[in-house]
């Protein structure tokens, strides 16, 4: 080793360095990370697998930090050493040349060729200036001295410099929009499903991604209802001289004629037209009379469309809004009903035929026997006395009786009705014919026919009496009575049916004795 005393201050430092070394590995690395790898774990904030992942790490940045002692006192010869020294030579480099003193004392020394340059970059640039180049949906139109001079088309285009000429470059075919009622900072972005029929408000409107403007947004209907509106007017330029001229703002005042538009054609529409089926109607409206209005004041502006973006009413009666509103539908839901129950019930009574007939308003042609076309509203007729005779109009088959024009229960309650007359009046035609034949034959034979009434009553009389039938060995003997009709309860019973002529008629016995023989 040579000089024993030579190494020793080296081997000292080295010594040192390396105990601090070990005191950095146990206290920061070994104790200091495994403590806060614990606490993330206690907190929550670490798995188990990203705890024994951070475990990990801090062991190999203990071999990190006991691996800087292999440059200890040779950092000047590793790969990095040197690439730090060189960075501090150009640091130091940069610094003395962009000195302020030493750039001051350059720029004084120079001074007349600097001006020169300068003077000379200036002018080229102003001559550059003249050079337009518009790109194919770009339009110019240039001012010499502020005097019209030129409209200019796409492509490259050399005027004179400014301030001699100017050039005012537009987008031509770019659809631009103006916003009635609020501000955004970009436009709005309309989903996919929106369309303009009609719709159903339920929001509750709370919260919106817009800038709101009340005095824009707040407007009258014609039922002298408030309601919060916002809407956004979409334009191009068609003539680009007199949108550049004939307006200081021309989109500022393209929103004051929508606004003046939208309120005007809002005061002659009703607060349900606006929300429900009215609404594409009231956005051509709007855009006619804007359309108008911008002919009028020549703004060089051509309106593509009028899109009612929101309307509901303030934000103040929002709640009682939406009650009225369930109130109307809950109405609406039970007219429908009602008036489903009712066309059901008619319906079923007289028939579609029948319905038809009664909601015709041609009824002679009806009558003439022209088939009924028109189906009419079940409950737009009046029944009166010629519209029923043309409803009971019936024709008849043999025994069958058919309506032309009613059917269901109404037809089937008369058609039973009907058929139950018809029974009656034949049954009672039956009877009289029976009678009336009864009657001749008792003129010619008047006892034996007597005898065989009295004999069928008394058949159909005890017929459906109850019949009891008794032992003689436990009642006893039991005698027959015969007497005569007439005698039993004084003759009332018969008496009933028959005079006292033909009583006698009848039964001989009644007559006197002289009579008999």
Not at 454 to 475: G, N, Q
Request: glycine share 6%.
């Amino acid at each position: 080793m040579g000089d024993p005393l030579k190494p020793l201050p080296g081997l000292l430092r080295l010594a040192r360095q390396l105990v601090r070394n070990i005191r950095q590995s146990i206290f920061i690395f070994a104790f200091g990370m495994n403590f806060l790898g614990m606490l993330l774990c206690a907190w929550g904030f670490l798995s188990p697998v990203a705890a024994a992942i951070f475990h990990e790490f801090s062991s190999l940045a203990v071999m990190l930090n006991a691996m800087r002692l292999l440059w200890f006192e040779r950092w000047d010869q590793t790969g990095l050493g040197r690439a730090s020294a060189k960075c501090s030579l150009a640091a130091e480099w940069l610094t003395g040349t962009l000195s302020p003193t030493r750039l001051v004392f350059g720029l004084l020394n120079n001074w007349s060729l600097l001006v020169r340059l300068g003077v000379s970059a200036a002018g080229l640039y102003w001559l550059t200036t003249g050079l337009i180049l518009l790109s194919a949906d770009e339009r110019a139109v240039v001012t010499r001295f502020g005097r019209f001079e030129e409209e200019l088309s796409a492509g490259l285009h050399w005027r004179w410099p400014i301030p001699l000429e100017r050039v005012y470059r537009k987008k031509f075919d770019q659809i631009r929009s103006v916003q009635i009622g609020f501000r955004s900072s970009g436009p709005v972005e309309l989903p996919e499903e929106f369309n303009t029929g009609p719709i159903e408000w339920t929001s509750e409107h709370s919260d919106s991604p817009f800038e709101l403007v009340p005095p824009e947004s707040l407007i009258m209907t014609g039922d002298e209802v408030p309601v919060e509106l916002t809407a956004e007017v979409h334009y191009r330029i068609s003539d680009l001289r007199q949108f550049v001229f004939r307006a200081v703002e021309p989109e500022e005042t393209l929103r004051a004629i929508a606004e003046s538009s939208i309120r005007l054609v809002a005061a002659r529409s009703s607060l349900d037209g606006l929300l429900t089926d009215q609404r594409s109607d009231i956005e051509a409206g709007c855009r006619s009379q804007i359309g108008k209005s911008v002919q009028e004041y020549r703004l060089g502006i051509e309106v593509t469309d009028v899109l009612l973006l929101d309307i509901h009413p303030p934000r103040e009666v929002v709640p009682a809004y939406r009650d009225v509103a369930d109130a109307l539908e809950e109405r609406e839901k039970s007219i429908n009903q009602a008036r489903a129950y009712y066309a059901s019930k008619l319906l079923s009574a007289a028939g579609e035929v029948g319905i038809r007939l009664l909601s015709s308003n041609s009824l002679s042609k009806l009558q003439a026997g022209h088939k009924p076309l028109p189906a009419g509203n079940v409950a737009d007729w009046t029944l009166d006395d010629a519209r029923w005779q043309a409803l009971t109009r019936a024709v008849q088959n043999g025994d069958q009786t058919r309506f032309l024009y009613l059917s269901g229960e109404a037809a089937a309650t008369l058609l039973a009705a009907h058929e139950e007359s018809t029974k009656t009046v034949r049954q009672a035609q039956g009877a009289a014919a029976r009678f009336q034949h009864l009657l001749k034959a008792y003129r010619q034979h008047p006892r034996l026919t007597g005898t065989q009434l009295y004999w069928d009553m008394i058949k159909a009389t005890l017929s459906s009496r109850p019949l009891m039938i008794f032992d003689p060995k436990v009642t006893g003997r039991k005698h027959l009575l015969l007497i005569d009709p007439f005698t039993l309860g004084n003759g009332t019973l018969l008496q009933q049916g028959f005079s006292t002529d033909d009583s006698e008629s009848l039964f001989p016995s009644r007559r006197n004795p002289e009579e008999r023989h």
